[in-house]
């Protein structure tokens, strides 16, 4: 499937846009079966590690998990589907010409009736580039609608600030304080789409998602890609596994560099490990979170 011209208009003006259809039926399911078994073995797990992030009240009798980490490491499923030529056509129409890098891989369940919020972010803060050819697909496993955290947006962000994700203290908590950043959150619009719909926003589009109160889940797989001449600035990456990484296109050690906001994460929070640990530590939140 290709993106038609109106649809690459669209996120080059809005910083994000959602392709219906395009994750196969079949291959759904099986990333259905496949979470389920590994919240199955999650049991097994008392603590945060380096597959799972834990919702709070997370037991062995009852397992709660609110993010896989690295899909694609753990099941061949999560892995086949990111390097489909339907994905990586479109992935190539928003990135440019130079190729696609994988920056990395989640899940996040956002289980019915207690699945956690994201604070309001940019993906940018977390991890900045040479470029900002960078953007992050979401996989729908289920339908995302208002009531079950379906992603919230600001259109037209990606083209403005970068907003300050640290906090009062110094360090990086990966969350924007909504009272001090002066964004207009009433033009937030939800991403809600049927499952099998994938949506892609760009890296330094605002977003965030509320707390699933509802009595249906809303599992997101997220895939991050980077244009293949964007060079991580966050981290020095071992080569062999960054050029394992390269889905499409050639290797090169000349970057390409443009202009962009950037402020890198460090120094690192008193709690790191995932996105939802970190910004635990925010001093003020734009969710509610409802008792577990
Ligand atoms: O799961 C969501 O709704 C938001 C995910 C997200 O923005 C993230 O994990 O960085």
Not at 150 to 171: F, R
Not at 178 to 204: K, M, N, Q
Request: proline share 9%; with cysteine.
């Amino acid at each position: 499937m290709r993106l038609t011209p109106e649809q690459i208009d669209r996120y080059r003006r809005d910083g994000f846009v959602v392709v219906e259809d395009l994750l196969p039926e079949a291959m759904r399911r099986r990333m259905k079966s496949a979470l389920a078994e590994l919240v199955e073995a999650s049991r097994a797990v008392e603590t945060h590690d380096q597959v799972y992030d834990l919702e709070p009240g997370h037991t062995p009798a009852n397992p709660r998990v609110r993010r896989i980490k690295k899909p694609h490491l753990r099941n061949g499923v999560f892995d086949a589907f990111m390097r489909s030529p339907a994905v990586l056509d479109i992935v190539s129409a928003l990135l440019g010409p130079s190729g696609v890098r994988l920056h990395g891989s989640k899940l996040n369940l956002k289980a019915a009736g207690y699945g956690s919020p994201v604070e309001w972010h940019q993906d940018w803060a977390f991890y900045p580039h040479t470029n900002d050819d960078v953007c992050a697909m979401g996989v729908y496993l289920d339908d995302a609608t208002q009531d079950n955290g379906a992603m919230l947006v600001i259109p037209g962000s990606h083209d403005g600030p970068l907003h300050d994700h640290h906090h009062p203290d110094g360090y990086f908590c990966g969350a924007i304080d909504p009272e001090r950043s002066g964004i207009d959150f009433s033009r937030a619009v939800a991403l809600t789409a049927p499952a099998g719909a994938c949506s892609f926003h760009h890296a330094r589009l605002l977003h965030g998602s509320a707390q699933n109160l509802s009595d249906r889940p809303r599992n997101l797989l997220l895939y991050e890609f980077a244009a293949a001449d964007a060079y991580p600035l966050r981290e020095t990456p071992e080569w062999t596994a960054y050029e394992a990484r390269l889905l499409r296109g050639e290797s090169s050690v000349t970057p390409r560099l443009k202009a962009c906001p950037v402020r890198l994460p460090f120094p690192p929070p008193p709690r790191e490990g995932s996105i939802y640990e970190s910004q635990s530590l925010a001093e003020r939140r734009f969710f509610a979170v409802g008792a577990p």
